[in-house]
């Protein structure tokens, strides 16, 4: 496992320090608020220093084996999605994150489990309908940007996030769940991780308002 992935699945404080730890890419020390790499190939999420992380924001570096991971937050509180949309989107959970990604040539969808990201098959006819209805998150960047769709009890909302994000809540969700509904540790915690995301989003407005 990289160690990237590690930091999630084991999260500590954002303002502590990540003793010991080093860019993945040339071995120079990094500190916790390091960005990510992300290996077209291997889907890997690597930790990156600086230097190397500004290296890979050059478009065609490496041949496009590398990309650097973006810091864009977009919300939408109005996220244009039915109840329907979703069960036709075989989400069982109540949020997943979709992707494109390039190696595949299609978008990608996975939730968050006790058991790690899940993934669940796309009808894509269903997600270009959706999209079509959503403009104002048009323009999603391959491979390292993703949206974030949460289920609330009024309906849906939509973060354009980075996609070590959602690997964050994905190591929130497996090491926090606990018996058969997670407890309510879990819970909040996610709840207090969407309030963060919020937090630092731009609002995107829906076409329609």
């Known amino acids: ?15 502590t320090p990540a003793a010991g730890e080093c860019c993945e890419m040339c071995a120079e020390p990094i500190d916790a608020g390091h960005g990510h790499v992300v290996n077209v190939e291997s889907r890997a ?7 190397c992380y500004l290296l890979f924001t050059v478009p065609g570096a490496a041949q496009g084996r590398y990309l650097a991971v973006p810091d864009r937050h977009l919300y939408a509180p109005r996220f244009a999605l ?23 040539g299609r978008t990608v969808a996975f939730y968050p489990s006790p058991g790690g990201a899940t993934e ?4 894509l006819p ?8 959503n403009p104002g998150l048009a323009g999603v960047a391959a491979d390292v940007e993703a949206l974030l769709v949460d289920r ?3 309906g849906f909302v939509c973060h354009l996030v980075p996609i070590d994000a959602c690997y964050e809540l994905v190591g929130l969700v497996r090491t926090r769940w606990k018996g058969f509904d997670g407890g309510q540790e879990v819970w909040q915690a996610i709840d207090a991780f969407f309030e ?14």
């Open 120 to 123: 669940s098959e796309l009808p």
């Open 1 to 15: 496992m990289s160690t990237g992935l590690r930091r999630f699945r084991e999260p500590r404080p954002a303002d």
């Open 152 to 154: 609330r009890a009024d």
């Open 126 to 133: 269903t997600w270009e309908r959706v999209m079509a209805a």
């Open 82 to 104: 039915s109840a329907a949309d979703w069960d036709e989107l075989q989400i069982p959970v109540r949020m997943a994150f979709f992707f494109r990604n390039s190696a595949l």
């Open 45 to 51: 999420l690597l930790c990156a220093c600086k230097s």
């Open 196 to 209: 963060r995301l919020r937090a630092r989003s731009e609002e995107v407005r829906a076409d329609h308002e």
